[in-house]
């Protein structure tokens, strides 16, 4: 007899509770989900060996599908997922039914062909750093239910700041769910450290505005709304050709905003913006930020980790004047989703900014000046303990196994660069070197590229539907020119995948110019 899909445990004594058997569920359940899930892939590294060709191996199902995904609208997939949640439970059958589904409709991003946004699959560490967090399953707001995963946050990111050059006593930094988290709540820190009075007062009659590229990410518009300051109060710094911020421009900005009135308190300089890549000129906008007693602040939750390569550093300088920067492994070091820091020269400010004493839940006393129940340094009290997953990656490969990664991802990038540059057909937007690891272009064929926005747009949008059933996911953005072609690579996005991603597209793109 079996309930709930496991065996039924021996019967207890009379007048005991059942002995329990959860290690033993836990084992059948995590058996049955690996023979669906190493399958899934394995899938992804036996296609590999044909993307060269500009198409993925194709796999039987209900639709044009590839090791990549089994692509259906939501009104085709939502029939075909079935997705029932039920009276009475279906038990491990019922669930096995349900993960293979999800699988089949997934995106798989283990496979080579998935170069559609700025982070790919993880590795194996990260899955089994995924595991050891679900079966710890604790909170990690106060150091008494999680001692050891504190401990963790505060010498990874520790370890983290010091790349960066942030090396004084109270350098360090908070883990965040995501880039944006780690954005916003570093206006936070800035308002209330500059502002203190607006913690308890708000703003009052102030009008803060804020500075950003006009590359930079649109969580620092939507911090605005959150947080009073209105869509409004973010101001759009010009930038050049390449895409970086004009320093010139800011001061000039700056000074006008204080004439009419305004409160600056706060500058987004940004490593890696979403779309080209670009890393802004650190050191010219820290001198403006000094001059004026703004706070600077970078995201870096792109580009920021090629500070562990000796070889790609050199995008960050100037990275060290900032006074808190955003960074999130989860892109481009393959931990898992989602691990994001943000880190600064002083965490006294986070602290000093976040805190608000709650008798019910902080008990531990400072020591040393240190505070050991983190959720009193950030907005949030429910925190998983994402750390983990970039410590047991940097226990795993290294400083040196990073720099390995990253490096091995420019390489890739810059070889597709040079694909596309040798075949004539494609009118490139990155510049050379490029920024980043993303690779932006545009298909015009033997011809010119047209001087027809509508057209150009169209031509990159169906050329992108064509190649998803080729086994390829890319992206696109907008450009003065029409939508072009972003394409994403990764540290591990081998050079025959971007050689057969010109190929296929190439192949998608016939009777279309």
């Known amino acids: 007899m079996a309930t709930n899909g496991y065996k039924t445990p021996p019967s207890a004594a009379a007048g005991q509770q059942p002995v329990l058997h959860r290690a033993d569920e836990v084992s059948e359940l995590l058996d049955a989900i690996q023979e669906l899930v190493i399958p899934f892939i394995r899938s992804a590294d036996e296609d590999a060996g044909t993307k060269h060709e500009g198409h993925g191996l194709q796999v039987p199902g209900g639709g044009p599908r590839t090791t990549l995904v089994e692509h259906h609208p939501p009104n085709k997939l939502v029939p075909l997922l079935d997705l029932q949640l039920p009276e009475t439970g279906k038990g ?10 999800i699988l089949q409709y997934s995106v798989n991003t283990w496979d080579q062909g998935f170069m559609d946004k700025l982070y790919a699959s993880t590795n194996a560490v990260g899955v089994a750093s995924e595991l050891l967090l679900a079966v710890l399953n604790t909170n990690v707001h106060v150091y008494q239910v999680s001692p050891v995963l504190t401990i963790i946050e505060k010498t990874t990111s520790r370890a983290f700041a010091k790349l960066f050059g942030f090396t004084g006593p109270h350098a360090g930094g908070i883990s965040q769910p995501g880039g944006s988290a780690s954005n916003q709540t570093s206006i936070v820190v800035a308002r209330n450290t500059l502002y203190p009075e607006t913690k308890e007062q708000g703003i009052g009659n102030k009008r803060f505005v804020l500075f950003t590229s006009a590359h930079g990410h649109y969580s620092l518009e939507k911090a605005a709304q959150m947080f009073g300051f209105g869509s409004n109060a973010v101001r759009s710094v010009d930038v050049d050709g390449g ?9 000039e900005m700056i000074k006008a905003a204080k004439k009419q009135g305004e409160t600056p308190f706060y500058v987004n300089a940004t490593a890696g913006t979403t779309v080209l890549g670009s890393y802004d000129p650190f050191d010219e906008i820290a001198d403006i930020c000094q001059k004026h007693k703004l706070w600077l602040h970078i995201d870096g939750s792109w580009g920021g980790p090629v500070i562990f390569s000796k070889k790609q550093k050199w995008r960050l ?5 900032a006074d808190s920067i955003a960074v999130t492994p989860h892109k481009m070091l393959s931990v898992p989703i989602t691990c994001s820091f943000l880190l600064g020269k002083d965490v006294r400010q986070f602290h000093k900014a976040n805190t608000l004493p709650a008798g019910y839940l902080f008990h531990s006393e400072s020591g040393g ?10 907005p949030q009290c429910g925190r998983k303990g994402d750390s983990l997953k970039l410590a047991l990656g940097w226990i795993f490969y290294g400083r040196e196994g990073y720099e390995k990664l990253i490096d091995a991802a420019f390489d890739a ?63 696109y953005a907008p450009g003065e020119r029409g939508k072009f072609f972003r394409v994403v690579v990764n540290g591990g996005t081998r050079r025959e995948t971007c050689e057969g991603l010109v190929k296929a597209i190439e192949v998608a793109a016939e009777g279309l110019v």
């Open 317 to 321: 300088k100037g990275v060290e004047r």
């Open 243 to 251: 895409g970086r911020m004009k320093a010139d421009k800011l001061d």
């Open 413 to 475: 990038a810059g070889h597709l660069r040079s694909l596309l540059a040798e075949n004539g057909k494609f009118d490139i937007v990155s510049e050379e070197p490029l920024p980043c690891l993303q690779v932006c272009f545009y298909y015009k064929g033997n011809g010119e590229l047209s001087e027809t926005a509508e057209k150009n747009s169209k031509v990159t949008e169906e050329v992108a539907r064509k190649l998803v059933p080729k086994g390829f996911m890319v992206d």
């Open 92 to 101: 491990k059958d019922g669930l096995l039914d349900t993960v293979q589904r």
């Open 369 to 378: 000046g240190e505070v050991w129940d983190i959720a009193d340094l950030t």
